[in-house]
């Protein structure tokens, strides 16, 4: 039973447009929200979160939005660089509770062209 | 300031064999997770710790034990590999003030 979904696979831009990543959860405990960015052969790294409290947060190109009530976050990538092809992963987590465990989307593969 | 560091980094072993993942962070984290990559399956957790001397199982704990004798370092341990324990394996580390997790690079295990 998926907690979190991630359900496109793979995603292609050109580059300098938008690219938009979706990420469904289903568990309502949820309260705290990340994306992590992947390329091959490393570890993922950290982008951007965002708290249940708010629908909205921006870090330069990034932006995270936040639907509570649809259970759906989505991350803006805009303008897109293809330095930004990598895989991405949607994690979630209850940030109340005594052990801190992120739950992962299965990721999404984002390919900017030039 | 190395963060996260896995070793090794790649290894083959064979049906039955035992092996150690050793993760070793160096920013005083009290957090820490062991997960698994495979392929369209995302990142499951195997088992994590949340302090010195703590451990707990996660989503995928079956076929392997851990230890975190040292707050800073966390071991995964395979006691007898099977093929369906080739992945490629992410510790990660977490502070308590902090959100997000540190991970390290990696380290690909095939078992033939």
């Known amino acids: 039973d998926q907690q979190v979904k991630q359900n496109s696979p793979s995603l292609s831009v050109q580059e300098g447009r938008i690219s938009i990543l979706n990420c469904d959860y289903t568990?309502?405990?949820?309260?705290?929200f990340l994306w992590y960015k992947k390329y091959p052969a490393e570890g993922p790294t950290f982008l951007i979160s965002?708290?249940?409290?708010?629908d909205k947060n921006e870090d330069g190109r990034f932006t995270v939005f936040l639907n509570k009530s649809a259970k759906h976050l989505s991350l803006h990538i805009v303008p897109s660089q293809p330095g930004d092809s990598a895989v991405y992963f949607c994690?979630?987590?209850?940030?109340?509770?005594?052990?801190?465990?992120?739950?992962f989307g299965k990721g999404t593969l984002l390919t900017v062209n030039p | 300031n190395a963060g996260v560091t896995q070793t090794p980094k790649f290894r083959v072993l064979k049906t039955g064999q035992s092996m150690t993942l050793l993760c070793a962070q160096d920013?005083?984290?009290?957090?820490m997770y062991w997960y698994r990559q495979d392929p369209g399956m995302g990142l499951r957790l195997i088992h994590y710790?949340?302090?010195?001397?703590?451990?707990a199982k996660g989503e995928v704990p079956d076929g392997y034990n851990v230890s975190r004798l040292k707050k800073q370092n966390f071991l995964l341990g395979l006691e007898s590999a099977a093929p369906s324990q080739t992945s490629v394996y992410f510790c990660?580390?977490?502070?308590?003030?902090?959100?997000?997790?540190?991970f390290g690079e990696g380290s690909r295990l095939t078992v033939l």
């Open positions: 965002i708290s249940s409290i708010k």
């Open positions: 710790s949340v302090g010195e001397g703590t451990t």
């Open positions: 994690a979630a987590v209850w940030s109340g509770g005594s052990n801190y465990k992120l739950t």
């Open positions: 920013m005083n984290h009290e957090y």
């Open positions: 990660a580390s977490k502070g308590v003030n902090t959100g997000e997790l540190f």
């Open positions: 568990n309502s405990m949820f309260d705290y």
